[in-house]
């Protein structure tokens, strides 16, 4: 059984990000990028799996520029088999990035497809679930527990509530949470052997996929200032001060 | 003119805040219809009454089957996919891991895009939602020829008033529920205390609080304040207290109007669960700890001191 594994190239989580001053976007030049860090988690499952003896390839599948190859070759140095680059210069939207991986899902036949639970750029949350629908398969969402046997999958989610624990039959979408795991750090020497590993390239348009139609982004702007940094001296001031806010 | 559904959330015959949260939201499109969907496997009257009373709302509607017992979003996506048929403009849900995990299989299905987030209507098809965490704003437009699927941001809206008097009706809806996805259980951590998602106050403990034991001394807090009880994902992982409880960019999201951060070094993805809070208090000794560039209080001191004093103190 193969698991396909879909890693976004990101903004690193530590970066702060800038908004342009015309307000037309976030600046991306010359800042850090990542892999999504749910998609390593992602990819950490997978190969959990494979160790397992649960599924014995597992491919990895970005949507980006040329330069997402790097999130690629993270993945191969983690321990990913081969992996696929669908190259587009403009950034795509959930719903299009769905219609990509259920085509890949249905040529590569998968019997698990990983992802992260949201993408930290754009915190869309939606692809994972819509590559399930489009691909006519369950979905089991935030996970914190992957168990396979056999035909089906046993995943506990993490909600609002607590935890849920769900049995979905395979081929099927698992989007991760935090707490599935700890992804392992590459050493030098997995870095160089990736290196050996094939990364195939095609495009959107390749792969058949009609682009759907996209939300326009009009205007993104900074979120409202704070005035924050008032420091008290004493608990009793503090006191005081919530008093006063009428809070207390 | 827009015909909005909503889509209820509830559990255990309880309408959620979300679901009113979502309700207050679709006001604002200025819609001709607003009616609310509720999926249940039997009964319902409890929530669909709940629903009927919201304000704004115009109609309810009540879809009884038996394998709508468990809310999976692969049973609910097609029989909301279907009933969206009905003309409707927009379907709206609340941003919980029930709305999340539903709407875009929902959107899928319709094979239209989804707006997350949505933290402000500017227009029947032009919204602001977040993104990077919260540290940017954007506004988005979605095609105006396209059913417009949307969660709706529940720290950006109060709920609903409930002086409505909608009418319920039964409706059967013409989906294929498939097979695949069986639910086996639920481990839900009941607490007594203010739900952590609606309190009015929150008081969150982080890593600095250094073990489940110490964790005490936060919910003693807590009770005094009558406050919900949050944490920091490094808390979480520590596990001195159950996922439910993380606030943040990939938790909840939350607007009290007193947020009192204890041992929280104040990371950026912390910081999106909360920016939007009445009153922040900090409680932090180290004074170069990042939450206090955002703190309206501040208070640099050994928390295992100053938390039981200011307790004492509200006496
Ligand atoms: C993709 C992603 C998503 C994330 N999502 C979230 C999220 O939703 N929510 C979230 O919270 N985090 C999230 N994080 C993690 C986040 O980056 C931080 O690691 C986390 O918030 C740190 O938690 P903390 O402040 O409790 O711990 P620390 O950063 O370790 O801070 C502990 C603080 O306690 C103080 N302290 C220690 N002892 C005492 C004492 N005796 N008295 C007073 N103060 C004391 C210290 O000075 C320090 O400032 C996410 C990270 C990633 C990568
Ligand atoms: N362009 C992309 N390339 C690879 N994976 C993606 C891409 N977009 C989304 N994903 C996957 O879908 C998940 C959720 O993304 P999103 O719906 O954008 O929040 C991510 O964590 C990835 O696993």
Not at chain 1, 2 to 25: F, H, L, T
Not at chain 1, 81 to 101: H, K, S, W
Not at chain 2, 258 to 270: F, K, M
């Amino acid at each position: 059984m193969k698991a396909m594994v879909c890693v976004k190239r990101v903004v690193d989580y530590n970066v702060r990000i800038q908004v342009k001053p015309d307000e037309s976007g976030v600046v991306t030049e010359g800042v850090k990028m990542s892999m999504n860090p749910f998609d390593e988690i992602a990819v950490e499952e997978a190969l959990r799996l494979k160790e397992a003896g649960k599924i014995d390839e597992i491919i990895a599948v970005t949507i980006g520029p040329q330069q997402a190859q790097e999130q690629l070759r993270t993945a191969l140095a983690m321990g990913a088999d081969r992996a696929i680059l669908v190259q587009t210069d403009e950034a795509v939207q959930p719903l299009t990035a769905a219609r990509v991986f259920a085509e890949l899902a249905g040529k590569e036949e998968p019997g698990v497809v990983l992802m992260g639970k949201q993408a930290i750029d754009d915190d869309q949350g939606q692809t994972g679930q819509m590559t399930a629908a489009l691909w006519q398969r369950p979905q089991a969402t935030f996970a914190s527990k992957v168990e396979i046997e056999g035909e089906s999958a046993k995943v506990t989610r993490e909600i609002d509530a607590g935890l849920e624990t769900i049995e979905v039959d395979l081929p099927a979408v698992i989007t991760t949470d935090l707490r599935l795991n700890e992804p392992r750090y590459v050493k030098l020497p997995d870095i160089m052997k990736a290196k050996k590993k094939t990364i195939d390239n095609t495009t959107v348009e390749e792969l058949g996929v009609e682009a759907a139609k996209p939300l326009k982004v009009t205007r993104t702007a900074p979120p409202p200032a704070r005035q924050g940094g008032k420091k008290v001296e004493s608990v009793q001031e503090l006191v005081s001060e919530l008093k006063n806010k009428g809070l207390i | 003119m827009s015909k909005v559904l909503i889509i209820a959330e509830h559990d255990a015959g309880k309408l959620s805040a979300a679901t009113g949260k979502a309700v207050r939201c679709a006001q604002d499109l200025g819609p001709e219809a607003l009616e609310v969907a509720v999926f249940v496997h039997e009964g319902g009257d409890d929530v669909a009454g709940a629903a009927a009373k919201l304000d704004g709302v115009t109609r309810v509607l009540k879809v009884t089957d038996p394998a709508n017992e468990n809310a999976l979003a692969a049973v609910l996506a097609p029989q909301v996919a279907s009933l969206v048929q009905d003309g409707y403009t927009h379907v709206l849900v609340g941003n919980s891991t029930f709305g999340k995990d539903l709407m875009p299989r929902v959107a899928a299905l319709l094979g239209v895009p989804q707006v997350t987030d949505v933290m402000k209507v500017e227009g029947e098809y032009v919204f602001q939602r977040p993104i990077y965490a919260g540290n940017a704003i954007t506004t988005v437009e979605a095609p105006g020829d396209q059913v417009l699927c949307a969660t709706v941001r529940g720290a950006s809206y109060p709920a609903a008033g409930e002086g409505g008097n909608a009418e319920v009706e039964d409706r059967q809806v013409d989906a294929e529920i498939p097979q695949h996805t069986r639910f086996v259980g639920r481990e839900v951590h009941k607490s007594d205390r203010p739900d952590l998602a609606t309190a009015p106050k929150v008081v969150s403990g982080g890593r600095g609080v250094g073990s489940e034991e110490n964790f005490k001394i936060i919910y003693s807090l807590a009770d005094k304040l009558g406050a919900g009880v949050g944490a920091s994902r490094a808390a979480v992982d520590a596990g001195y207290v159950p996922n439910d409880m993380q606030v943040g960019q990939t938790g909840k999201i939350i607007a009290p109007e007193l947020y009192v951060a204890i041992g929280i070094s104040g990371a950026i993805q912390h910081w999106a669960g909360i920016k939007d809070a009445g009153t922040i208090v900090a409680i932090n000794k180290d004074e170069e700890a990042p939450i206090f560039e955002v703190a309206d209080l501040g208070l640099v001191a050994d928390l295992f001191e100053a938390v039981p004093e200011l307790e004492k103190a509200l006496d």
